[in-house]
C-alpha cells in the first residue's frame, strides 16, 4: 500500500494522471489535504452553507475535470481557490444580471461605475478578503483576535492596546503578528497566479 501524504502536490498531479487504478487514493490525499482550508473559503464566499456546498462541490468538480483536460499544476490550493473564486463571481455575476433594475434619474450619473466589471471584480475581491479575516478571527484564541481588532478596525497604536488591556508591547506585537501571519496563509493564494 503507497503513502501518497508523503508527496508534494506536483507528484500527486503526476500520478493521478497516469495511475488510472490509484485515483481515488490520491484524490482523498489531496482532498483530505485540502478539504478543510478550500471548505473555509467557500463558506466566506458564499451568502449561506447551501451556497457554500454547492460552492465546495463545483470546485472539486471543476479541479477533476481540468487535471483529466492535463492541467499542469505545482501547487493545488492556489488552483483551488481561483476556481472558487471564479465560480463564486460567476453567480454573483448571474445573480445581478437575473434581477430587474430600475434606475431613477439621479442613478443615471453612477451607471458607468456600476457597470464597470473592474469594480466588481474589486468589490468581490474585497468581500473576499473580509470573509477570510472574519473566518481566522472566529477560530483563533479571543486575546489575539482582540488586539487585532484594536489595532486594524479600532485604530490604536500597539501602545495604546498594550496600555488598555495591561499587557506588554511586545505581546501585542507578537499577537498581531500571529493573527497576520494566519490571514496571510489564506490571502496570499488570492492573489498568486494559478493559471
Given at each position: 500500500?503507497?503513502n501518497?501524504?508523503?508527496h508534494?502536490?506536483?507528484?500527486l498531479?503526476?500520478?493521478?494522471k ?5 485515483d481515488s487514493?490520491?484524490f482523498?490525499t489531496?482532498?483530505?489535504?485540502y ?8 463558506t466566506y464566499k458564499?451568502k449561506n ?10 470546485t ?9 483536460q492535463?492541467?499542469q ?15 463564486a463571481?460567476d ?7 437575473s434581477?430587474?433594475?430600475?434606475i431613477?434619474?439621479r442613478?443615471i ?12 471584480q ?15 478571527l472566529?477560530t ?7 488586539t ?15 496600555q488598555?488591556?495591561g ?5 501585542v ?6 493573527v497576520?501571519?494566519e ?13
Amino acid at each position: 500500500m503507497t503513502n501518497f501524504t508523503i508527496h508534494t502536490d506536483a507528484e500527486l498531479i503526476a500520478k493521478l494522471k497516469t495511475n488510472t487504478g490509484l485515483d481515488s487514493k490520491i484524490f482523498d490525499t489531496i482532498y483530505n489535504r485540502y478539504a478543510a482550508k478550500l471548505n473555509v473559503f467557500c463558506t466566506y464566499k458564499s451568502k449561506n452553507i447551501h451556497e457554500a456546498e454547492e460552492l465546495f462541490e463545483e470546485t472539486w468538480l471543476k479541479f477533476i475535470s481540468a487535471i483529466k483536460q492535463g492541467k499542469q499544476l505545482d501547487s493545488i490550493l492556489p488552483y483551488l481557490y481561483t476556481i472558487a473564486r471564479n465560480l463564486a463571481i460567476d453567480k454573483y455575476r448571474n445573480h445581478i444580471s437575473s434581477k430587474n433594475i430600475t434606475i431613477e434619474y439621479r442613478d443615471i450619473q453612477d451607471i458607468d461605475e456600476l457597470m464597470n466589471p473592474f469594480n466588481l471584480q474589486e468589490k468581490i475581491e474585497n468581500d473576499e478578503i473580509i470573509g477570510i479575516i472574519k473566518g481566522v478571527l472566529a477560530t483563533i484564541d479571543d486575546a489575539y483576535s482582540e488586539t487585532f481588532i484594536m489595532q486594524w478596525f479600532g485604530g490604536m497604536s500597539q501602545s495604546q492596546i498594550a496600555q488598555e488591556l495591561g499587557i506588554g508591547l511586545s505581546a501585542v506585537k507578537m499577537r498581531n503578528h500571529r493573527v497576520m501571519k494566519e490571514i496571510m496563509k489564506y490571502v496570499k493564494p488570492l492573489f498568486s497566479n494559478a493559471d
